[in-house]
């Protein structure tokens, strides 16, 4: 299999020696505390908004603007405090594209979220049946009073979805996910990788998901009316993300950039919630149709899985 190149701005030549714990408690720190702070905000403004607000749409375009610019970006902050605080400096900071040597995981990051997400969805609805309709009835009426005409059909739903994912998705998601994957990938995970890579991938992941606890204690992804509201919701995201981490952290270090994960986070953004174009009444989101579910998530957990235990790809990629 292919190696990474030596000269790679992912893996730091000063953090083989040793996890530097100070500077990861440090970088930790800052992206927690800017998360619980950001999340506050949020959890204020939502609670404010009353029905038949004329201020609704406002509100809750600022809450829009707080996660995707603020709450995302505050790992990527983090980074950046971090790397000042201590006097770290800026070299190899991940920002290299190195797309001549890792064009071919930009092009995985692009392609494999998608197709992951759709075989989970059809998995989610395999095992959900109750909850599937396949004429998608309610998006297909939406876009006809939209103006599409009478003529529209569950292929051409999903054909302008598909089509939206794969061409604007990488364009307008990056912004916000390059925010977190310049912290999480970039900064956290070269910290992490003396334990090896499986260990760093597992350790970041799980680190990575319990700073999305301020949104999901609030019912981000998973709402709040399932049982064990919102502690198993805070677990379900854990396991997410570590199968998330796994699969953005291989391909960054495979990459030899941190621009193969942003891509990736991007594509899943963007099509994590496709699933709901097939759902019919009130599923438990815990499992599905959402990408974040247990088992609409299942292919990235199994992949994360496997990656970690043949440890060939990940060793092929710490040896340069």
Known sequence: MDTLPVETPVLEPEAQSGVDWRRVGIYCGIAYGLAIVIGTVVYILSKNVQPFDPNAQ????IITLLVAGGYMWAPG???????????????????????????????????????????????????FPAYYDGGMSMVVEQYRQAGMGLNVTPLMVLGIQLMNVM????????????????????????????????KAMLISGVIWGAWHWPLTLQGHNYGLEYWGAPWLGMLVMLVFTFSLG?????????????????????????VGGIGVLWMTGSPNLLFGPIVAGLV????????????????????????A
């Open 58 to 61: 406002t509100i809750s375009l």
């Open 246 to 270: 796994t699969l953005f952290s291989w391909l960054s270090i495979r990459g030899g950039s941190v621009w193969p994960a942003v891509i990736g986070h991007a594509m899943l953004n963007g």
């Open 167 to 198: 061409l604007i998705a990488p364009v307008i998601n990056s912004f916000a996910t390059l925010g977190e994957e310049f912290g999480w990938r970039a900064y956290l995970l070269p910290k992490l990788m003396p334990l090896g890579p499986a």
């Open 77 to 127: 902050l983090a980074h950046i405090f971090t790397r000042l605080i201590t006097k770290e400096g800026f070299r190899g900071i991940g920002l290299r594209p190195n797309f001549r040597k890792g064009w071919k995981f930009w092009l995985l990051a692009w392609i494999l979220p998608v197709a992951i997400t759709l075989v989970g969805t059809a998995l989610y609805y395999l095992f």
């Open 296 to 319: 609409a998530g299942l292919p990235f957990t199994l992949l994360a899985v496997y990656l970690i235990w043949r440890r060939k790809p990940l060793m092929a990629a710490q040896a």
